[in-house]
């Protein structure tokens, strides 16, 4: 079961599938097999991280099928991302380095900030440069609000091309889309599901929603996003999820769905809130700060 995935354009015609499979929280042991099984199923955009340590195993999985002739290089997009200690000019290519090898890649697709925290001025010139040297096909931040991601735009040669956020329907962040919109930067949504938390696969709204379309919650969340332009990268260690979570691609939502969703947003996050002092430590904390020692 593939169904077609659409694709966006990014300003330097990059174009990127709309849909992806996020590795975040899968363990070491099974994130091979999970990557194998996304590739399967037919998903083509892996979604990384160096604090997410997983990127050895995705690097093992593209590699197997690469060799089986399900997928070549070609064909897949992979992200990962420079954590907080990995920010400035020199911790950045270091880090660049060390992320390609453990993935076994000689190029990446997409190459992120992953917080909007520490010097991501100089890590943004060396992926600048890395950009330019054909090493990176694209470049972007992740978690920046508009105020940010405007100033970092203000000071970039190369602007940046994606801004992964959280966004689902209990944050979704509309005045911040088109901000990004006029910026040109194509939006990317994670934890579309808010990862289960706060009743989202039993929501009444989306319940209803979904039996109306014959098709299931977590459906009817990533329709939504599609349909609102925003890149989603869900994630699942189950195949049947997989094959769930793809198959999308076949209906739409109409008016009265979308103003029924509008209506379940907060306005606040339920996952990550940069705007916290007590979240910026957590954020430093993890992974037992230094992480150039645990990650090289
Ligand atoms: N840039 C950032 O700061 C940042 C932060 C967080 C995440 N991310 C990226 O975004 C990706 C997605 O976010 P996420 O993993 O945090 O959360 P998520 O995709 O919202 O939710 C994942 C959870 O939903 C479950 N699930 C998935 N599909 C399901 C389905 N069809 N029915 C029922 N349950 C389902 C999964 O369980 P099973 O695995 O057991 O199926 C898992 O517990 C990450 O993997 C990562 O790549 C980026």
Redesign the pocket.
């Known amino acids: 079961m593939v169904n077609k995935i659409e694709s966006a354009t990014l300003r330097n015609g990059v174009r990127m599938p709309m849909e992806g499979f996020?590795?975040?929280?899968i363990p070491e042991s099974d994130c091979k097999e999970a990557v194998l099984n996304a590739i399967r199923t037919g998903y083509r955009l892996i979604?990384?991280a160096t604090s997410y340590k997983n990127e050895e195993e995705v690097g093992a999985a593209i590699k197997e099928a690469i060799e089986e002739g399900i997928v070549k290089r070609e064909e897949l997009f992979v992200t990962t991302?420079a954590y907080i200690q990995e920010m400035g000019y020199e911790n950045t290519k270091e880090a660049f380095a060390r992320s390609l090898k453990k993935l076994g890649l000689t190029y990446l697709d997409l190459y992120l900030v992953?917080m909007p925290l520490g010097d991501y001025y100089g890590s943004w010139r060396a992926m600048e440069e890395l950009c330019g040297a054909g090493q990176i096909r694209a470049i972007g931040v992740?978690?920046f609000d508009s105020a940010r991601l405007m100033d970092l735009c203000y000071n970039a040669k190369i602007r940046p091309m994606v801004n992964?956020i959280e966004r689902h329907p209990h944050y979704q962040r509309l005045s911040e889309l088109e901000v990004m919109k006029s910026l040109g930067v194509q939006p990317e949504g994670?934890?579309?599901?808010?990862?289960?938390i706060k009743g989202m696969?039993t929501n009444p709204v989306l319940q209803k929603i979904a039996a109306k379309h014959g098709k299931?919650v977590?459906q009817v969340i990533l329709r939504w996003d599609i349909e609102q332009g925003v890149i989603i990268?869900?994630?699942?260690?189950?195949r049947n999820?997989m094959e769930?979570?793809l198959d999308i691609w076949d209906f739409a939502l109409d008016a009265n769905d979308r103003a029924e969703i509008a209506t379940l947003d907060t306005g606040r996050p339920s996952m990550?809130d940069c705007s916290k002092p007590s979240e910026i430590d957590r954020l430093y904390d993890y992974l037992n700060h230094p992480i150039l020692t645990s990650l090289s």
């Open positions: 996020g590795v975040f929280q979604d990384t991302k992953h992740c978690n992964q994670w934890a579309p599901f808010a990862e289960g696969f299931s977590p990268i869900p994630k699942s260690v189950h999820r769930e979570n990550l």
